[in-house]
């Protein structure tokens, strides 16, 4: 009867459809940064300063630039909408010399609720884990259970699934590789 009693908080774990912790991406495997919502580009265009624009990228994912008007930018990374860019303005000028770069990277961040001294949105400029998510937002408040944090993770096809962070375990060393790199629109939960 006493096995029964504590295997009881073991079941009661497993039923939650945890799934191990990802592997860490390879440093030498990145591609470009994908241009987002809100992130904000510089387009300039050499010897043609008129043409030359700092623009947000709007929530229908186009930029308006001088001459060509709109310009689909989310999706694409900065040397796509250079050569989208390099191809429209060339029915106007010879041989445009155009630059892209991403000024503010505004599309993709992460989510922090819950027991954590504030709660919100952190911008995902590098690669960031989750505990230094959670130093950014002030460390974990009075009565968190920094034994049972959690990261949710939506897929591409709509299903979300879930990894455990334990604090506890991970600074004795007894949980590697569970201080994962987050995701754009991975949301840390910090349970009470």
Do not use: H
Not at 121 to 131: F, S, T
Not at 138 to 153: C, E, H, S, T, W
């Amino acid at each position: 009867m006493l096995a029964v009693l504590l295997m009881g908080p073991l079941w009661g774990c497993q039923s939650r459809n945890l799934s191990p912790p990802p592997l860490d991406p390879d440093p030498m495997d990145r591609s470009g940064y994908v241009v987002g919502v809100q992130d904000v580009l510089q387009i300039s265009v050499w010897k043609n300063e008129e043409l030359s624009v700092v623009v947000p990228v709007r929530s229908d994912g186009k930029i308006s630039v001088p001459l060509v008007d709109d310009v689909q930018a989310e999706g694409l990374e900065a040397m796509e909408i250079k050569e989208v860019l390099t191809r429209e303005l060339s029915e106007f000028i010879t041989a445009p010399d155009v630059t892209v770069v991403v000024l503010e990277m505004n599309s993709k961040y992460v989510n922090v609720i819950g027991e954590v001294l504030r709660s919100g949105q952190i911008p995902l400029v590098n690669d960031l884990r989750v505990l230094e998510a959670i130093a950014m937002m002030g460390g974990f408040a009075l009565f968190a259970n920094k034994g049972d944090v959690r990261i949710v993770r939506r897929q591409p096809d709509g299903s979300e699934i879930e990894f455990r962070f334990d604090y506890n375990a991970y600074i004795k060393g007894r949980a590697p590789g569970t201080n994962i790199v987050l995701r754009s629109g991975d949301t840390i939960i910090v349970l009470e």
